[in-house]
């Protein structure tokens, strides 16, 4: 059995060369326009800097993996084309897809590429994994963050599929490639344009009691000073609740994904690769999460009995986490 | 009149100390962008944007106008696009990327205000640097 893989996010070249330098195996990017799910500002790719990336990646033996995970609008489909075609060409080792007709596309006119099927497309049954692995010859399915361990370990059974797990970072409300929350408030929904809450939705407004954040017009939140914040999407709103008659987190309480504590039995339930969530976050958060997952995964490696959460990894991760809390989210309890 | 001279001091110190400040923070700003200049094409998007950084326990700011690739300190403004403030120790932090910035966010150690777009740009722009 092979060892796990430890799959990075990168949303600049520093960053991918200090995922590499920390120990991972495999770093995730995107080009810099609307084909991938970290569309935001600045952040992302450009073609001369994806070369350089995948040149320094495999001169020291790591993979590279372009998202290009969006679903594309008619008008969208050209830009995706071109994307992939010249994800192709730098001679990515795979591409992560989610929608049916780029999937079609690809392993039409690039059969040699690899396909991971991203989170996005929500395959969560050994039926609909076997459907994309026949169909398009898919090789590694992103599951969605909704399943117990058990479960996993059962579609494991089930299929030959490779699956890559979530690790570390942001969770959503786990309705992954049908959340249009965004849409609501600004017209812009994450799976057509990229990014859920886009900063250019986003106002802050502090007044020395309480910051006020909105998106798209509408209060999502008032934090009391010194509270810690999260950014502000849809489904991390507190709404008032008008048959409770009081404030809510009425879809999801905003906590952040972190496995070091169930890392052996995730690892056991037959992951192939455990991912790092946070393409839109800094050098730093991608140097800090991919130094604990590597000294956690190694520990485990090494003697599985003895495995404990590393305790200076988890704090460098405490410190990096957004929201209000970790969870071991449905891995534990679905 | 020891009183006055004490006065004078204190006031002369804080200039220095100002304008100290300043010279650091231009000399941080060439460097920050001259040692990646490829990547700093990336800042012609925001060509002409104002962006106003207030130093909270120094009691001071600073506008920073993006020009021609690089950054401007400059002295005054009829308009500022977007403000970002918080402690010194952050913002050496981040230069020296021993810090995150949305880490800093999150925990209120930054604030920012008006345009977050731009800002969101800014932050991602210095981090190909």
């Known amino acids: 059995m092979s060892r ?41 790719f450009t073609s001369k800097e994806t070369a350089k990336a995948i040149m320094f990646a495999h001169r020291r033996g790591k993979k590279v993996y372009i998202a290009i995970n969006s679903y594309p609008q008619t008008d969208q489909l050209e830009q995706s084309y071109k994307d ?14 989610s929608d049916l007709g780029l999937l079609d596309y690809t392993s039409k006119k690039h059969p040699s590429m690899r396909l991971h099927l991203s989170v996005q497309a929500g395959a969560s049954s050994a039926q609909s994994i076997i459907f994309y692995q026949k169909t398009f010859n898919v090789k590694r399915v992103v599951l969605p963050r909704v399943m117990s361990i058990e479960k996993i370990a059962k579609i494991n059974e089930e299929t030959d599929c490779e699956f890559e797990v979530f690790g570390f970072g942001l969770l959503c409300i786990n309705y992954e490639g049908r959340c249009h929350l965004s849409s609501y408030l600004t017209g812009e929904s994450i799976n057509t344009y990229g990014a859920c809450g886009s900063p250019r939705f986003v106002k802050f407004e502090e007044n020395g009691e309480n910051l006020k954040v909105m998106l ?31 404030f809510e987190y009425a879809f999801q309480n905003p906590q952040s994904l972190n496995v070091l504590e169930i890392l052996p039995s995730l690892i056991e339930s037959g992951a192939d690769a455990i991912k790092i969530e946070g393409r839109q976050r800094s050098q730093v958060y991608v140097g800090k999460a991919v130094s604990s997952f590597r000294q956690a995964i190694d520990s485990h490696y ?23 809390s970790f969870t071991c989210g449905c891995y534990v309890e679905e | 009149m020891k009183v006055f001279l004490k006065a004078l001091v204190s006031r002369v110190a804080v200039m220095l100390k100002n304008k100290l400040s300043y010279i650091v923070l231009r000399l941080a700003l060439f460097y920050f962008v001259k040692r990646n200049s ?21 009691k001071n700011h600073y506008f ?4 021609d690739n690089r950054f401007k300190v400059i002295q005054a403004v009829e308009m500022v696009d977007a403000t970002i403030s918080g402690k010194t120790g952050a913002f050496i932090g981040l230069i020296r990327k021993r810090y995150d910035p949305d880490e800093l966010f999150f925990k209120r150690q930054l604030t920012i205000e008006g345009d977050i777009g731009l800002v969101t740009y800014l932050k991602n722009t210095l981090a190909h640097l």
């Open chain 2, 38 to 58: 490829q990547a700093a094409k990336r800042l012609s998007e925001i060509d002409g944007k104002v962006f106003k950084v207030g130093l909270e326990d120094q």
């Open chain 2, 64 to 67: 920073l106008l993006v020009k």
């Open chain 1, 84 to 97: 992939i075609d010249h994800a192709c060409s730098l001679r990515a080792d795979a591409l992560i897809m």
């Open chain 1, 4 to 44: 796990v893989e430890l799959c990075a996010p990168a949303g600049n070249l520093p960053s991918l060369k200090e995922a590499i330098n920390k120990g991972a195996d495999a770093v995730y990017l995107g080009f810099n326009n609307d084909t991938n799910l970290r569309n935001f500002p600045g952040l992302n």
């Open chain 1, 302 to 324: 090494k003697d599985s009995e003895s495995y404990r959460v590393p305790k200076e990894g988890n704090a460098e991760l405490e410190s990096l986490f957004e929201g209000s």
């Open chain 1, 216 to 246: 798209g017009g509408t209060c999502l939140n008032k934090y009391p000073k010194n509270a810690s914040i999260a950014y502000p999407t849809p489904c991390k709103g507190y709404y008032h609740n008008l048959e409770k008659e009081g």
